[in-house]
């Protein structure tokens, strides 16, 4: 982005700072803090948000953004706080689809999953394609150990948020979910905590059908597929919604760019922000294979054209997308709600608390934080 900036503003130079990807939030605060002459910030997740806008190291957006929010497929109302105003800018924005692998769906002769699917539709697929035993089972679908993998199909009606501070609205997903792992048709947690597989391996060595996953996951398999010993034919329809939402209900993660408070070239910096979400910075984002936060039919066959992309209609369609709930909206309180929540759900997979007991627990401790 700072290389197609300069080629179009020969008057601006722009010197990137590497701060490491460990602990990043953590190491930009501490920058901020001791004055460091940074003008533009790469915002990656919405704790360290939260971090900087207590802390006043970021300046508000809202009369700098020229491009409708509109066009943030929801996802800007998400990062505005109590004060009304948003502190940082998307232009990077990854979804959720599910990947499926084609050749098991054509061994076992089940028509390839639907661009709609509702949570029953996708239980139903997930258990008619489950076969086999031992080494050689074919999981109908699989989870990866992160939180969001499961409990957050809970959110895509937008009728609820993990930040209110009531978790009754989970209870229908991970009842489905206990059901699958109990019947065998995914992956144990806790065999999934121990072993640490990843989920790329799991669907790479087919052993999954159906795997629920982010955007980021299409390149991975480009790359992999590129080289592999044994390759297959896969593809990706929209999320699993609930009955009532429409297809393209998803969820999403996105990396903003914000301001320095005390920056001397709040001007320039807002131009470049701006020229990041303008149509030509989408456009250069998605010719590196990534999805830009306002995406548009362009971007999507730009990355329709990359190298490994599944070459069907369907895999297309599922690019596009109706509404982005952020797995952790704007809150003051997101780190200490996160920890809370990924404490219960490893009790609720493991079996160590029932749904009940764990969605209890959360309602009772978050309530503290947010009283």
């Excluded at 329709?304 to 369907?314: I, M, W």
Aim: charged content about 20%.
């Amino acid at each position: 982005m700072a290389d197609g900036y300069m080629a179009g503003h020969p008057d601006v130079t722009i010197e990137m700072l590497d701060l490491g990807s460990t602990d990043y939030m953590t190491v930009l605060a501490t920058q901020l803090a001791g004055g460091a002459d940074i003008d533009v910030l790469s915002i990656k997740d919405i704790p360290g948000y939260a971090n900087l806008i207590n802390l006043d190291y970021l300046t508000p957006m809202n009369d700098l953004l020229t491009r409708s929010t509109s066009d943030f497929n929801g996802t800007i109302e998400q990062l505005t706080t109590d004060d009304g105003n948003f502190y940082a800018v998307p232009f990077r924005s990854d979804f959720w689809v599910l990947f499926y692998n084609k050749d098991l769906f054509d061994a076992a002769g089940v028509p390839y999953p639907a661009n709609d699917l509702t949570m029953e539709d996708y239980d139903a697929l997930a258990r008619q394609m489950t076969s086999g035993e031992g080494d050689s089972k074919v999981y109908g679908c699989h989870y990866h150990t992160w939180r969001s993998c499961v409990s957050l199909f809970s959110i895509l009606d937008g009728e609820n948020t993990i930040v209110d501070g009531s978790y009754d609205f989970m209870k229908p997903t991970y009842d489905l979910v206990l059901a699958q792992q109990n019947d065998g048709i995914c992956m144990d947690y806790g065999y999934l905590k121990t072993s640490s597989l990843h989920y790329s391996a799991a669907f790479e060595n087919q052993q999954c059908a159906l795997l629920p996953m982010g955007s980021w996951f299409i390149a991975t398999l480009q790359t992999y597929m590129a080289d592999a010993e044994t390759p297959f034919n896969w593809g990706m329809v929209k999320y699993p919604h609930p009955a009532g939402s429409p297809a393209g209900s998803t969820l999403g993660t996105v990396t903003s760019l914000a301001i320095n408070v005390d920056s001397p070239k709040a001007a320039a910096a807002a131009d470049f922000i701006n020229w990041c979400v303008s149509e030509e910075g989408a456009k250069a984002i998605a010719e590196t294979g990534t999805f830009p936060a306002c995406g548009s039919a362009e971007t999507n066959e730009i990355i329709r054209a990359t190298e490994g992309f599944p070459s069907d209609d369907a895999s297309a369609e599922a690019l596009n997308t109706v509404a982005v709930y952020l797995e952790m909206p704007y809150t003051q309180y997101a780190s200490d709600i996160e920890t809370i929540l990924n404490a219960e759900h490893d009790a609720i997979m493991t079996l160590s608390e029932t749904v009940d007991e764990g969605i209890q627990n959360m309602n009772d401790q978050v309530s503290v934080i947010l009283a």
